[in-house]
C-alpha cells in the first residue's frame, strides 16, 4: 500500500490511483466498498483464488492482504510487493525482480499473474498452455483471473480477454458477452458479471457448473472452483451451483446476508453480514473448513484447494487447512516483506 491506499476485493488486489476509488474487474469490478471501525476493504471473488486486500492507511509496514492459490498463497505489502511462497514447483512462487509495485493478483493451480502500476498483465508459473503468455496486444488491464491453465483479463474498455487452454471452452468467449465488471476462473470455467448485472459462464459443465439458475436475479459478485459456481446477489443472499460432491453448494440455511465470500476449490466460504464470523463448507480433508475457534470478525477470506486464509479486523492473516507445501506460513512473507519477525 501507498499513501493512496489498498481496497480489498476477493479475486485481486489493487490500488486506487490519487483521488480515485477503483471499480471493476477480477479485483474490482462490481465489487462493493465496505467500512467499519476505520478499516476500509472491497471484497469481490474469482476462483480457486479470490484475492484478498485490507486497506490501512495507518500502517504503511503492514501486510496488505493474502490470496490462496491450490497449493501456494501470495500476500502483498502496504507498498504493493507482492511475495509468494508454498508449492514452487513450476515457478508460480517465483516472483520477477522487476516486478515492481503490484495493483492487483490472481493465484491459481500453478501460475500467478499480475497487474503492475502501469496496467501491464504479468503471468509466471506453468505455461504449459500458454496461460502464461500475455497477448502483446492486450494492453492495460483493470483486474485478472486465473483459472487451472487459463487466465482471463479485463480490459480498460471492460472487454473480456481470455488465452490459455480451450479445452472445454473457458476462453471461448459468448458473442452476446459485451461488457463486464468482474470474473472468476475455475478449473476449466469461467463466470464473469455483465455491467447490468446478469452472470454469464462458459466452458467445462459437465457438473452444471454453467448452469446459471434462471431465478438467480441481479447478481454483484461471483466466485468459482474447481467445478462448482458461486453469486452474491444484490439482496445479499449467496447461491452456489455446480458439483456439490462434498456439499461446497449447499449454503446453510441460517446464514443470512453474506458480505463477503469465495469459492475454493471444492469448498466454499462465506462471512455473515450480521455477525461478521467466518463459515465453511464443503470438503474439508485438509481441515480447510475448521475456522480457529477464535478467529473473531472476518473483512475478508480466500479459499484455495486444502487450505483457506482469512483476513480479521485488525489486519492480521490467519491461514488454515493443509500446510503441506508452507502454504500456511504467512509468517515467511512477514518476514520477507519486513512486517514481522521469524518464529520463535
Same mark, same amino acid.
Given at each position: ?197 446478469? %452472470?454469464? !459462464?462458459?466452458? &467445462?459443465?459437465?457438473? *452444471?457448473? @454453467? +448452469? $446459471? #439458475?434462471?431465478?438467480? /436475479?441481479? =447478481? ?57 464470523? %467466518?463459515? !465453511?463448507?464443503? &470438503?474439508?480433508?485438509? *481441515?480447510? @473448513? +475448521? $475456522? #480457529?475457534?477464535?478467529? /473473531?470478525? =472476518? ?46
Amino acid at each position: 500500500m501507498t499513501g493512496h491506499g489498498w481496497s480489498m476485493a476477493a479475486g485481486s488486489l489493487r490500488r486506487p490511483a490519487p483521488g480515485r476509488l477503483l471499480r471493476g474487474g477480477s479485483f474490482g469490478a462490481g465489487a462493493r466498498l465496505w467500512r467499519r471501525q476505520g478499516i476500509s476493504w472491497w471484497l469481490k471473488t474469482r476462483s480457486i483464488e479470490c484475492l484478498v486486500i485490507v486497506m490501512q492507511a495507518a500502517f504503511s509496514d503492514s501486510l496488505a492482504g493474502a490470496e490462496a492459490g491450490e497449493r501456494h498463497t501470495c500476500v502483498t505489502s502496504a507498498q504493493g510487493q507482492l511475495f509468494c511462497f508454498g508449492n514452487n514447483r513450476h515457478g508460480q512462487c517465483s516472483v520477477p525482480l522487476d516486478l515492481g509495485p503490484v495493483l492487483s493478483v490472481s493465484t491459481g493451480k500453478s501460475h500467478t499473474c499480475a497487474v503492475q502500476v502501469s496496467g501491464q498483465l504479468v503471468c509466471f508459473g506453468e505455461n504449459e498452455y500458454g496461460q502464461c503468455d500475455v497477448p502483446e496486444s492486450l494492453g492495460a488491464v483493470l483486474d485478472v483471473a486465473v483459472g487451472n491453465y487459463h487466465t482471463c483479463a479485463i480490459k480498460t474498455d471492460g472487454q473480456l480477454a481470455c488465452f490459455g487452454s480451450g479445452d472445454d471452452g473457458p476462453v471461448l468467449l459468448p458473442s452476446h458477452l459485451g461488457a463486464v465488471t468482474m470474473v472468476s476462473a475455475g478449473t476449466a470455467h469461467t463466470c464473469t458479471v455483465t455491467a447490468d448485472g446478469e %452472470l454469464v !459462464c462458459f466452458g &467445462d459443465n459437465r457438473y *452444471g457448473q @454453467c +448452469n $446459471v #439458475p434462471e431465478a438467480l /436475479g441481479l =447478481v454483484v459478485e461471483t466466485s468459482v472452483g474447481s467445478a462448482h459456481s458461486c453469486a452474491l446477489q444484490a439482496e445479499g443472499e449467496l447461491a452456489c451451483f455446480g458439483d456439490n460432491t462434498h456439499g461446497q453448494c449447499d449454503v446453510p440455511e441460517d446464514l443470512g446476508p453474506v458480505k463477503v465470500f469465495c469459492a475454493g476449490a471444492a469448498h466454499t466460504c462465506a462471512v455473515s453480514a450480521r455477525t461478521g464470523q %467466518l463459515e !465453511c463448507f464443503g &470438503d474439508n480433508s485438509d *481441515g480447510q @473448513c +475448521n $475456522v #480457529p475457534r477464535d478467529l /473473531g470478525t =472476518v473483512v475478508a477470506v480466500s479459499a484455495g484447494a486444502g487450505h483457506t486464509c482469512a483476513v480479521c479486523a485488525g489486519g492480521e492473516v490467519i491461514c488454515f487447512g493443509s500446510n503441506d507445501c508452507g502454504q500456511r506460513d504467512v509468517w515467511r512473507a512477514e518476514v520477507f516483506l519486513g512486517t514481522g519477525r521469524p518464529e520463535e
